[in-house]
Nanobody, 124 residues
Framework: QVQLVESGGGLVQAGDSLRLSCAAS????????MGWFRQAPGKEREFVAA????????VYADSVKGRFTISRDNAKNTVYLQMNSLKPDDTAVYFC?????????????????WGQGTQVTVSS
């Protein structure tokens, strides 16, 4: 089992940047593929980005491609989401999740462990 704690959220203006962090504890972090998801008010949770066990492969939702970057530091048991050129539509609670299979996935299937989330609010 792995425990996940997100941090780095906040209130920013459109065009600003934020970097979210997700610290993992428990079983070997480097065994898991990691993903970021988000849920806006009144909407279903949606996929944002994911990275493979080594970090060599990354995938993104079309809505964030070119603006967001997912990365991981297995020595620090941490995965990051660098968010640039933020838009009001990016306002949501952001969750990190761990996938024991180790393979990258666009959907929620296989992500067995979730953090509590961190709020990101982008004002216009």
């Amino acid at each position: 089992q792995v425990q996940l704690v997100e941090s780095g959220g906040g209130l920013v203006q459109a065009g600003d940047s934020l970097r979210l962090s997700c610290a993992a504890s428990g079983r070997a972090f480097s065994w898991y593929a990691m993903g970021w998801f988000r849920q806006a008010p009144g909407k279903e949770r949606e996929f944002v980005a994911a990275t493979s066990v080594s970090g060599a492969r990354t995938v993104y939702a079309d809505s964030v491609k070119g603006r967001f970057t997912i990365s991981r530091d297995n020595a620090k048991n941490t995965v990051y989401l660098q968010m640039n050129s933020l838009k009001p539509d990016d306002t949501a609670v952001y969750f990190c999740a761990a996938r024991p299979s180790g393979s990258v996935s666009y959907g929620e299937v296989g992500y067995d462990y979730w953090g509590q989330g961190t709020q990101v609010t982008v004002s216009s």
